[in-house]
């Protein structure tokens, strides 16, 4: 019965989501029938001899919305850390300077930040922390750097967005508007505004988004956990060229990857589900030591884009918090992939990399149904399974194998673990896709 499950839910994704790259990687590829093939690979147009890996952090938070420090200290300390790439994602609900005494404290008055200044933005409070020399910051150029616009969308399910000035406010500049964002908001037609609003906007400014930290407690007023169906319907309705992928280390591992997982199983190789891996900075004191590696020809714009768009990253995620105020700082120690090489003769996808212990590569679950109350439970649906361990996973023989497969290089450091996970692999089993979806 599981795999009858399995087997629909792969064709309904080839027949409903297909993306034209999939699509053309499909066409000119010489399948035989009990052949399993690569079809989407988010790390194909890597030349590893020459590519530069780029630290990023798209999760940040600062004075200008709920954060502790100013912009330019938390640029500057995640410069010194080594990344190359920052967004600042201020939230759109609240006005600046909520953690100075007489809001929410507990910052006092003399560290409030006086930006923006006049003239404010057309869209102040909700606009974006940007660009960041309107905020006391060196121009991203200045540093080295590649700077995103960005913010984190407040209402109902959190999502972030990229590459636009998009965002809602809920009041009039100046209102109390308390120390919670409302989970409920209307337009003036009275029309409730939902993600699927939001996101669209999104869309319509050419922008990019994802959907943050899906394993946030229900016992905060202004979230409520989502069942699985709802983040199926969301990909469903919104494409990868916009919508791009999901938070997955921000939060309970197990909740986060395994909903990952279920997606993943529903969605590929058609429509690809990047995994992104945020700290979501509000304070720099005791952070989560998690970024995005970025492979680049070259640092700018425009090539962070593509990447975003691509997949073409993969994730860094320890067990060990961080202080990014410290000096020395203390960051952990993470392999370092050489290569990843997709070998269409052989069969094989095979990982080059120093400095790990473990090589797991991870495809489908063995079930679609959940196992528990996904409200109160940070595990309730089952992880993808480990389908096998070494540096080649051979995709012809591995009877495991599904629609997708994914990487863990792990090193254990201390008492600490240390992973990269990568981005999903898209894999068609030709004997399990009838012949009318292999064109």
Known sequence: MQRRVFLKSTVLAIGSFSVGKVAGQIASSNIHKGTSIVV??????????????????????????DGYHMPEEVI????????????ITDHDWNEP????????????????????????PDNYPANPTWPWTDYGTPAPDDLGMVGIQGSELTYKHHINSYYNNYGIWHGNPGDKIGRQAPYKITDSDGHEISEDDQ?????????LAILNHPSISDKHSWWERKPLQWYIERYRNHSPRYLVGIEVTNGSAKYNEALWDQ????????????????????????????????????????????????????????????????????????PEIKEINVDEDSGTITIHATGYDQIKWISAPQSLEPVKDY??????????????????????????????????????????????????????KNADIPSKDVK
């Open 76 to 87: 500057l300390a995640y410069r010194k850390a080594g990344y190359t790439v920052l967004s």
């Open 199 to 207: 996101l669209a906007a999104v869309k319509n400014k050419g922008g």
């Open 263 to 334: 997606l993943l199983t529903r969605f590929m190789p058609a429509r690809p589900i990047w995994g992104f891996g945020n700290d979501d900075m509000h304070s720099m004191k005791n952070i989560k030591q998690t970024c995005n590696v970025f492979l680049l020809s070259e640092l700018t714009d425009s090539s962070v884009r593509e990447a975003m768009e691509a997949g073409q990253f993969f994730m860094y995620v320890s067990t060990k918090m961080v202080n990014y105020m410290e000096d020395p700082l203390g960051l952990s120690t993470f």
């Open 375 to 428: 409200k109160i439970s940070e595990s309730p649906w089952p992880l993808g399974q480990v389908v096998h361990v070494g540096k080649t996973l051979d995709i012809r023989s591995n009877p495991k194998l599904r629609n997708y497969v994914r990487a863990e290089i792990i090193l254990k450091e201390g008492g600490h673990i240390n992973r990269i996970l990568t981005n999903p692999f898209g894999i068609i």
């Open 97 to 120: 300077n909520r953690r100075i005494v007489g809001n929410w404290g507990p910052l006092p008055i003399e560290k409030a930040s006086p930006y923006p200044k006049a003239p404010k």
């Open 40 to 65: 989407l690979n988010p790390y194909k147009k890597v030349a590893w001899r020459t590519i530069q890996q780029h630290k990023a952090a798209l999760h940040l938070h600062t004075l200008q919305s």
